[in-house]
């Protein structure tokens, strides 16, 4: 699937060659790394063992039943998010936002997905992380699952990496229909205006997000909307001046308490941030808490999510 002869050149030139050997190096000690680097001390989705362990504990305990249903239970969430100085012309623009799909997990969640977008009406798509379920080894059946799907997704597909996906699936999933975003950003041209859409590396593992790379070009007047697998940045992305942030990773916590109370958030961050629609200073933000699920084909207190964001200017004030 990887041309190395080319596809790792042309990913050098994107993102730099010291960017390309830390990927490299870190993703090497990630398939091991239980403590250590990152932006948290414990990475619970290396933990194999405590996967295998939950899986055995909801069979024994005869919720795992119930758990998996929730986890096929994909649910529309119609967002709507105000933005001061949006242009006229992106007034219901609305993004379709897909995240942690770790779409080798099971392959009725690809199915269930495909129903669930039949009928949807959006003018672009974001994928914001996670593709595979392992941090290691394999990732063909990913990308078969990810071209599956890609097919059932309007273009334009914009995507970014996340702490369980390799730098080099980028070119295969390219060649099946989305764009990476690289530490890169795009135009997006409506009716003769203009608003950004940036994307960064991972955040919460690699640390590899570049914002000052992402921004470059940007008008300072501009509209500005970040895809990053994390909102662990959210102060960054605040202070380089992003109008709204678009963000995954946390599941929303995958087990939660009733009331959807999360028991593990897996992010340094306010837990307020954890799922839904959050504010920090002039920024808004929005974290998915998951379309597909981490480890365990499982969810309580805690539905899978397809969100589909409009975007409308703020409402005057008189």
């Known amino acids: 699937m990887l041309n190395y002869a080319s596809d790792i050149d042309d990913l050098i030139v994107r993102v730099g060659e010291p960017h390309m050997r830390q990927r490299l190096e870190l993703q090497v000690e990630h398939a091991s790394e239980i403590f250590g680097t990152g932006m948290v001390l414990f990475h619970i989705e290396n933990v194999e ?119 080099e699936m980028a070119p295969p999933l390219e060649r099946a229909g989305y764009r990476f975003l690289l530490n890169e950003t795009v135009k997006i041209e409506r009716g003769g205006e203009a608003i950004h859409l940036s994307g960064v590396d991972d955040p919460h593992f690699y640390m590899t997000e570049n914002l000052h790379k992402a921004c470059e070009g940007v008008p300072s007047n501009s509209i500005t909307i970040l895809l990053s697998h994390s909102p662990e940045i959210f102060r960054k992305a605040a202070a380089m001046g992003y109008d709204l942030m678009l963000c995954g990773h946390t599941h929303g916590g995958q087990f939660c308490l009733p009331g959807g109370v999360p028991v593990i958030t897996n992010g340094r961050c306010p837990r307020f941030m954890v799922r839904g629609n959050w504010k920090h200073r002039q920024m808004k933000g929005y974290t998915s808490p998951g379309t597909g699920s981490c480890g365990v084909p499982a969810r309580f207190f805690c539905p899978p999510e397809v969100a589909l964001h409009e975007l409308v200017p703020c409402k005057s004030i008189k």
Do not use: Q
Not at 85 to 100: C, K, N, Q, V, Y
Not at 126 to 138: I, K
């Open 49 to 167: 063992w405590l996967m295998a362990a939950i899986y055995y504990v909801l069979r024994a305990t005869f919720l795992y039943g119930a758990g998996y249903r929730n986890f096929l239970d994909l649910r529309v969430r119609r967002n709507t998010i105000e933005l001061d100085g949006l242009p006229e012309a992106f007034r219901g623009f609305r993004i379709l936002h897909l995240s942690d799909l770790h779409a080798d997990l099971d392959p009725a969640l690809t199915d269930a997905l495909i129903e669930r977008l039949k009928g949807l009406d959006y003018d672009v798509c974001v994928l914001t992380g996670d593709y595979r379920a392992s941090t290691s080894g394999s990732y063909d059946k990913t990308v078969d699952a990810m071209e599956r799907l890609s097919a059932h997704i309007k273009s334009p597909k914009y995507a970014i990496l996340g702490n369980h996906d390799f730098i």
